[in-house]
């Protein structure tokens, strides 16, 4: 871990309680030196279980061989909005074989993104309501990225049609309406490291207003690492951060959101 987080204390589990990191890139560069020991960190905090997820189709080959070496690594496979500009003829079929291998439990992160647009609005529809079609015929639950684009995404979520491996939606940044529409199309709520941020108190009120049974907890890692450690390189081993805050704000304790959480991780990515 970090030199930083070396000198925190991350909250420890009692009992034979543990954590699912719901969404995590292990195959990005920033852990290529030392992925064994972030990984070795994770589990002696009580992080054993990882859904390391595909943005385009290298990083979903990359998360499949992880997922086929590591163990307790799940795989995801698809194609992220921003990346939608860059697929080539013949992606999506081989996405779709991949998708159909042992050891990937989800398809995603698909979905838009409509703050920097790094592809057309228009494009990033397009590609989304395709993949849902992919990730219907594989019977995989569906990993949605939502930026400032909470309409489009729920109206194309509803075009597609009822979606029986239902789904979530990542790194969770609206309100508690969205929230509430999200669980009426039976998506879980997953809550990234900006739960532990003084300013964030809208997602605060999601927490408190989503139950249990409808909750994840993910790092999102390298990115969004939790206070104490916000700025540095995040870890799944820091998701016992984000379980805190979650247990502070519903007056619970950590081995009930451990409890609830990896239940519902093991419900949806049928671990």
């Known amino acids: 871990m970090t030199k930083q987080s070396s000198k925190t204390v ?54 499949l061989v992880l997922a086929e070496s590591q163990p307790g690594v799940y795989a995801t496979v698809g194609v992220h909005p921003h990346h939608v500009k860059e697929v080539a003829d013949g992606d999506y079929e081989t996405l779709r074989e991949l998708g159909s291998r042992p050891g990937v439990v989800a398809y995603g992160e698909i979905g838009l993104d409509y703050v920097k647009e790094y592809s057309p609005a228009a494009l990033q529809r397009e590609h989304f309501a395709l993949q849902i079609e992919i990730a219907g015929d594989l019977n995989l639950p569906l990993i949605i990225h939502d930026r400032e684009a909470h309409a489009d995404t729920l ?17 969770f940044s609206g309100d508690a309406a969205l929230a509430e529409a999200a669980l009426d199309l039976g998506f879980y709520i997953s809550i990234p490291g900006v739960i532990t941020f003084k300013s964030e108190t809208t997602l605060a009120e999601v927490v408190r207003q989503v139950p249990f049974d409808r909750l994840l907890l993910e790092t999102d890692a390298p990115f969004l690492a939790p206070a104490p450690l916000r700025g540095e390189r995040n870890e799944p081993g820091f998701l016992p951060y984000i379980g805190q805050k979650v247990a502070e704000l519903k007056g619970s304790d950590l081995e009930e959101v451990a409890h609830h959480t990896t239940a519902n991780a093991c419900r949806l990515f049928r671990l």
């Open 155 to 171: 109206a194309i979520l509803r075009a597609a049609g009822p979606l029986p491996a239902g789904g979530v939606m990542h790194c």
């Open 10 to 63: 991350i909250p420890r589990l009692t009992g034979n309680y543990s954590w699912v990191d719901t969404h995590c890139h292990l195959d990005f560069p920033d852990y290529q030196a030392d992925l064994a020991t972030v990984l070795a960190d994770s589990r002696q905090v009580g992080v054993h279980q990882f859904v390391t997820v595909g943005v385009d189709l290298a990083t979903s080959r990359l998360a």
